[in-house]
């Protein structure tokens, strides 16, 4: 049995003066999709569908493009989509789930890059629901969950008393239509 996740954390991915200039970038550029009731969404690139809410394809957002390149010089893998979570303040959150993980290439998981408020995703493990694991994220960091982070925990954002808010941007590389099409015959 896992009795933690399988993740890594860059506390400092981005310097203070770049993630605040992402994020007030991102507030002030991003047309904010507002159909899901604890958060405001944005998805660029690759069609994603997140809790029921279908996401076409839309060309990756220029200030997105060089966080891409980032992660994948970091991770190893070159994301196709990038999800964001626009959370207002500590009443907006996220209840308890795992990602799909069946339109991920091999061998990538989920980079979620956190700018704004520090909040605390928490896990609860699938076999053990007793075990459970907080993982601050603080203004600027970089957390990485493998695929096998999604068979074996379910992962959530609380409610906290902040009135301060946060954008996540997570990251995938998602396979196309036809990639996927290729993955099923065989």
């Not at 982070?149 to 959530?156: F, N, R, V």
């Amino acid at each position: 049995m896992m009795t933690e996740p399988e993740a890594t954390l860059d506390p400092q991915f981005l310097s203070p003066a770049d993630a605040s200039a992402l994020f007030e970038a991102l507030l002030s550029e991003v047309q904010w999709d507002e159909r899901m009731k604890a958060r405001k969404t944005a998805c660029f690139g690759q069609t994603y569908d997140d809790s029921g809410v279908d996401y076409q394809l839309v060309p990756m957002h220029p200030r997105l493009a060089p966080l891409c390149e980032a992660i994948s010089v970091r991770l190893g893998f070159m994301p196709t989509n990038c999800l964001l979570n626009y959370y207002e303040s500590g009443r907006s959150s996220m209840g308890f789930h795992s990602d799909a993980t069946h339109n991920l290439a091999e061998g990538t998981g989920v980079a979620i890059l956190s700018v704004g408020a520090e909040r605390c995703p928490s896990f609860r493990s699938k076999t053990d629901p007793e075990l459970t694991v907080e993982y601050p994220l603080p203004h600027g960091s970089l957390f990485y969950m493998s695929q096998g982070t999604q068979d074996h925990w379910l992962h959530a954002v609380k409610k906290t008393e902040t009135d301060d808010s946060r954008i996540s941007l997570t990251f995938r590389h998602i396979l196309t239509p036809e990639e996927l099409a290729v993955r099923r015959s065989r």
